[in-house]
């Protein structure tokens, strides 16, 4: 399978700032990259569907302004959370799907983000 | 509308024990169906897919999956479960054509008991 990694893993942050996660396709290029955030002991919520070269595609009631996405490779995504609150810390986790016409999706090992 | 169910929270086995895990799902064409594990803190590891084919799937760490279009369900089974197998395990549908979206169910949380 796939290897993501993210970075952070993990971020501290005051209430009002900008917060970004990298999302990084390791082994190979992805056009197509997901953001979910997952709630402490909830499932998967996807927030966006990143295409690489286009803008993103946002989930019903995701602000689209609050949660930035830039696809701007084929190995890289950003997700900024603008003005971050304390209730929007939460676990972020991306995946990208396995090349062209392929399903499966491959996850990363999340990043974990405190709001203070 | 697409949707994934998971009907157990939680499920607590003993180790060396059997393990069947859940999940039904709703869907109008034959689906594309995944398990995911997920540790602690950690993004999910796929388990096993199932797109077409053989209706019993083999996946990592001992784990297989039956498709059963008769039951809509796509259950996750393990003859002989390991302490650390305790974990959140999710079962998804990929939800359409070209969208290459997921749908989750909720989770089940398994505990291993020693």
């Known amino acids: 399978g796939a290897v993501v990694s993210q970075h952070p893993s993990w971020v501290i942050c005051k209430s009002g700032t900008s917060v970004k996660i990298e999302c990084r396709s390791l082994?190979?290029?992805?056009?197509?990259m997901f953001w979910y955030r997952q709630f402490p002991k909830q499932s998967l919520m996807l927030m966006a569907t990143?295409?690489?070269?286009?803008?993103?595609?946002?989930e019903q009631g995701v602000e689209k302004d609050k949660f930035l996405i830039n696809h701007a490779s084929l190995t890289l995504s950003t997700l900024t959370v603008t003005s971050a609150h304390p209730e929007d810390s939460s676990f972020y986790i991306c995946?990208?799907?396995?090349?062209?016409?392929?399903?499966?999706?491959?996850f990363g090992p999340g990043t974990r983000l405190l709001v203070l | 509308a697409q949707s994934v169910t998971q009907p157990d929270i939680h499920i607590t086995v003993s180790e060396g024990a059997s393990l069947e895990l859940r999940c039904n799902y709703s869907?109008?064409?034959?689906?594309?169906l995944f398990w995911y594990v997920q540790s602690p803190g950690q993004g999910l590891q796929l388990l096993l897919k199932?797109?077409?084919?053989?209706?019993l799937v083999q996946g990592i760490k001992g784990f297989e999956a039956e498709f059963k279009r008769s039951q809509s369900s796509f259950n996750l089974r393990k003859p002989s479960v390991h302490w650390s197998d305790a974990a959140e395990y999710f079962c998804?549908?990929?939800?359409?054509?070209?969208?290459?979206?997921?749908?989750f169910g909720t989770g089940t949380r398994l505990k291993v008991l020693a």
């Open positions: 990143s295409n690489e070269g286009s803008k993103a595609t946002y």
């Open positions: 199932y797109f077409s084919g053989d209706t």
């Open positions: 995946s990208v799907r396995a090349g062209t016409g392929q399903e499966t999706q491959y």
């Open positions: 869907y109008g064409a034959t689906p594309y």
């Open positions: 998804a549908v990929g939800a359409g054509i070209r969208t290459y979206k997921y749908i």
């Open positions: 082994d190979f290029q992805a056009t197509t």
